[in-house]
């Protein structure tokens, strides 16, 4: 007598891996240039993405939130789509997944490099880094503060140390005390030392300077003669926070003049051309230049400039799925509409909604008061202003007015550098209706 044998359960895939950080910067790279090289710069919706690795919406959601574990053959797939192979350091086990992932979660500053909460925007990372392969290229990159500039550059020298193996540095001009822009020899000596220190190599300001000189001939001679003499490699030389200078015209002049003569020397066909075209300056801004620059003398009309946009709605939904978002749209045009697309505020928030501290209407409905997950920044941003009455009076107008304003420039590029306006010539309102909302609180109680 025969016994048949119970039919057996369909074998489950085993899901518990999620994408490592270098897999993930592996797939964004990969993407970025598909979306370059196929898609006209446009980026990839979750649809595209589906009809592209034959994964539905939810899956590639989950794959890119890096918070919810999913099979290998999953990855492997999305992967090949893309023309990588999967390998065992692309991917890492759920639990160290999650707490890594809350460790890169920073709400100020850089995002650090292998940050999984990088929001691409095409095709600026691509031609930020293109352009620095040109040799004596300069790229001038502007926006509002924490709208993602110094994030772009850290990438940017990152990818050129890694796959080029270019020297790089980055110095934020913000790190200079007020004693160093006395006078523009003390400025020019700081500004040596701290970029020689950074390429590690020895100070050798005695050697190299000689009051008989000028100044800038001086600090122009001890690059020439010393910095790019004494290395092989192409060096890109990132100024970071450049709009410090600006309120010293005194050294303003000079120093950007100087930059602006380095980076003619580079194109001047003579026997120190070469040198000059190892050098790659970077120069980083919040705000219009308010000096006055003779046009010939002036970097800031030359080279490459590029204008950091604020998020859009796309970006937005993108972010907030690999957050792990569930309602991801509604959240995203909730967000977007709160705070114009800043990529700080957007941040801010959606950290605060994954981690379920607040759900998404009491985040609106609190956002700028001081019990909101914005209070801090808020409360800096108020602090700030407060040092500048001239400031603080010219944005009380805006935020109380019923329609945009015309405003001093000098007063609209410095409302403009700390994020608080947008402007759209002459016209001038506030770039979010958080700080509408807030600041017409704030403003008409001090």
Known sequence: MSHSQPPRPPVKRKRGIILSTRGWQRLQAAEQRSVTQDNFGKSYT????????????NTLARVRSRKVAVDQQTLEN????????LTPDDYTDSETATLSNRQHILLSGQLPVDSPFYVYR??????????????GALVRIRAPRQMGKTSLTARTLTQLREQQQFLTTITSLQLADASVFQDLKRFLQWF????????????QLDRYWDDLFGNSYNCTNYFESYVLAEINAPIVLALDEVDAVFDHPEIATDFFGMLRAWYEKSRY????????QKLRLVLVHSTEVYVPLNLNQSPFNAGLAIELPTLTLENVIDLAQRYGIEQAEETAAALLNLTGGNPYLVQVGLHHLSTQVVSLNELLESAATSDGVYANHLRNLLWDLQKYPELMSAFKRIVLADSAVEL???????????GLVKIKDPMIQPSCQLYRTYFQQALTTT
């Open 46 to 57: 979750l649809q595209d993405l589906s009809e592209r690795t034959a994964l539905s919406p």
């Open 78 to 85: 999305y992967f090949r789509a893309f023309d990588l192979l």
């Open 122 to 135: 095409p095709p600026i990372e691509n031609i930020c880094y293109e352009s620095l392969l040109k040799p």
């Open 192 to 203: 040596c030392a701290i970029v020689t220190q950074n390429l590690g190599l020895p100070n």
């Open 269 to 276: 066909g003579d026997a120190k051309s070469e040198l000059w």
């Open 408 to 418: 001093e420039p000098i007063l609209a590029f410095k409302l403009q550098s700390k």
